[in-house]
């Protein structure tokens, strides 16, 4: 279902995918989405940071796992079946992001993205760039620049 959240169609309109970690609602721009696909169990690697599942093979091409929920800081992803991986592109590296479900995909515009409050932590911030309202549902907008840490992107 597609919601149209902004006022008339225009060239300033983006498209995101919604979707739900525990009670929460984020979003990411469609643009970095390149698919979404079931849960996979991940195969752990050593010594990795604990919000990294873990890898797995997608068409030939090794995929690391981001447990986004614990990314944030909410705490482990318990992956049940309608768990899914979005895979994005994160600068040069493509990454699998798990979350609970995809919920949405929603059309709106720059003009109606309200900033992260001020009372936000400084480590909301760095994940969140706004928050859009959409039928009473706070949606976050989860900035994909900020998901791998500076030292993993540099050496990525």
Known sequence: MVHDIGHAANSGD?????FCMGSQEFCV????????????????LPHAPPYVRGVINLRGA??????LAMRFGLGLTEPTPRSVIIVVQVHQQVVGLLVDAVSDILMTSEAS???TPDVASEMAK???KGVYAVDGRMISIVTLDCVLPVTEKAAA
């Open 62 to 67: 090794v995929l690391p796992i981001i447990d």
């Open 126 to 128: 760095t994940f969140v």
């Open 29 to 44: 721009d469609i643009m970095g989405v390149r698919e979404i696909r079931g849960w996979t169990p991940a195969t752990p």
């Open 14 to 18: 983006r498209e995101f995918v919604a």
């Open 113 to 115: 993205m309200q900033p």
